[in-house]
């Protein structure tokens, strides 16, 4: 299994609709959760952290079930902008007291259309 | 947010020299830089973790020996892929925090690496 899973895609999607990602982890240790967007042949750039209680930043919505080790993102009224691979990543607990590491899932490709 | 340089952006080489990338923090002290390869439609894939005056620690299928990690400062790592071949050929990128725990992890632009 691997330790981060997302939906590849791709989300097409209309101007105006929302849409939601998922992405679940398998290290029940895991510590801290983000959203990164990268766009074609650049480089991530973080979206939001997300936190226990949820978390808003505008049009974006996080939110974490670490029962379920569960993360998922929800944007609304999608912009044509928003169109980029959104990538869910778990900060994960490294046995043996070395630096805890960053783990990427797949990526998810949105496609927002006029 | 923080700045992360890393260099060159893209690089050509022939098949069986060594290639040496450059990530910098410019204006913060990476105690851990992260090492990344990512290939076409696909996700990134850490390689190897950095830490200043440590040894590096690779993830599990990556061979310390053909990809050599320095990180003798708080602002510079340098990936080493020696003895290129062109199954290596791929996107590099590197990712700096500042400290430790679990604080945003800032990119570096990439590089593009071509083995002919």
Known sequence: RKEVEQDPGPFNVPEGATVAFNCTYSNSASQSFFWYRQDCRKEPKLLMSVYSSGNEDGRFTAQLNRASQYISLLIRDSKLSDSATYLCVVNMRRYGGATNKLIFGTGTLLAVQP | ?116
């Open chain 2, 1 to 116: 947010g923080a700045v992360v340089s890393q260099h060159p952006s893209r690089v050509i080489c022939k098949s069986g020299t060594s290639v040496k990338i450059e990530c910098r923090s410019l204006d913060f002290q990476a105690t851990t830089m992260f090492w990344y390869r990512q290939f076409p439609k696909q996700s990134l894939m850490l390689m190897a973790t950095s830490n200043e005056g440590s040894k590096a620690t690779y993830e599990q299928g990556v061979e310390k020996d053909k990809f050599l990690i320095n990180h003798a400062s708080l602002t510079l790592s340098t990936l080493t892929v020696t003895s290129a071949h062109p199954e290596d050929s791929s996107f590099y990128i590197c990712s700096a925090r500042e400290a430790y725990g679990n604080t945003e992890a800032f990119f570096g632009q990439g590089t593009r690496l071509t083995v002919v």
